[in-house]
Antibody
Framework: QVQLKESGPGLVRPSETLSLTCTVS????????WSWIRQPPGKGLEWLGN???????HNNPSLKSRVTVSFDTSKNQFSLKLTSVTAADTAVYFC????????????WGPGTQVAVSS | DIQMTQSPSSLSASVGDRVTISCRAS??????LNWYQQKLGKAPTLLIH???ILQGGVPSRFSGSGSGTDFTLTISGLQPEDFATYYC??????????FGGGTKVEIK
């Protein structure tokens, strides 16, 4: 059973970079596509992008070039960086695995709350 | 990009009711439609993929139907544990994956 867990600061200052890590157990990160999804308070789910260890990256166009993801296979982790944050980036952030045969999210982390505030 | 529109955005129902939730795509997505359930404070969980295929362990009172642009999630005999928010997600145009806005099912 694949398990995911997000970690990172719960508070980020405006204009700074939000950094989160997803630690994966029960499966290798190098064999699958992974995703970050966020949920602003009281709102719906927003897909941020899909990422593969092999280099395939697809970001939500609404975020332009603010999102980057890196992989650490030695720790079986992948990390999100979201630059130039504003209050609109306040959300619960989820990492998830993609079952790429049919492109659905089959395993999710519990989520981590991030607030953007000075 | 493909837009996904769910209706209603919320509904009130009683235990035992039959509930239907609609999801409409802005273009033909064949049957590349998935449904998730999200309980308060938790991550979403996959209920149905390919419009109608129930995930293992999901109760049979959940069913999905539809093809093309119009899809339905039906709960036949609502149970107390089913009060949650439901999201559809299209997987027709990977790697771009889009969610609907969600439907909150509340207790009447």
């Amino acid at each position: 059973q694949v398990q995911l867990k997000e970690s990172g600061p719960g508070l980020v200052r405006p204009s700074e970079t939000l950094s989160l890590t997803c630690t994966v157990s029960g499966g290798s990160i190098s064999g699958s596509y992974w995703s970050w999804i966020r949920q602003p308070p009281g709102k719906g789910l927003e897909w941020l992008g899909n990422f593969h260890y092999g280099g395939s990256t697809h970001n939500n166009p609404s975020l332009k070039s603010r999102v980057t993801v890196s992989f650490d296979t030695s720790k079986n982790q992948f990390s999100l960086k979201l630059t130039s944050v504003t209050a609109a980036d306040t959300a619960v952030y989820f990492c998830a695995r993609i079952f790429s045969y049919y492109w659905y999210f089959d395993f999710w982390g519990p989520g981590t709350q991030v607030a953007v505030s000075s | 990009d493909i837009q996904m529109t769910q209706s209603p955005s919320s509904l009130s129902a009683s235990v035992g009711d039959r509930v239907t939730i609609s999801c409409r795509a802005s273009q033909n997505i064949n049957n590349y439609l998935n449904w998730y359930q999200q309980k308060l404070g938790k991550a979403p969980t996959l209920l149905i993929h390919a419009a109608s295929i129930l995930q293992g362990g999901v109760p049979s009172r959940f069913s999905g139907s539809g093809s093309g642009t119009d899809f339905t999630l039906t709960i036949s005999g609502l149970q107390p544990e089913d009060f949650a928010t439901y999201y559809c997600q299209q997987s027709y145009s990977p790697p771009v994956l889009t969610f609907g806005g969600g439907t909150k099912v509340e207790i009447k």
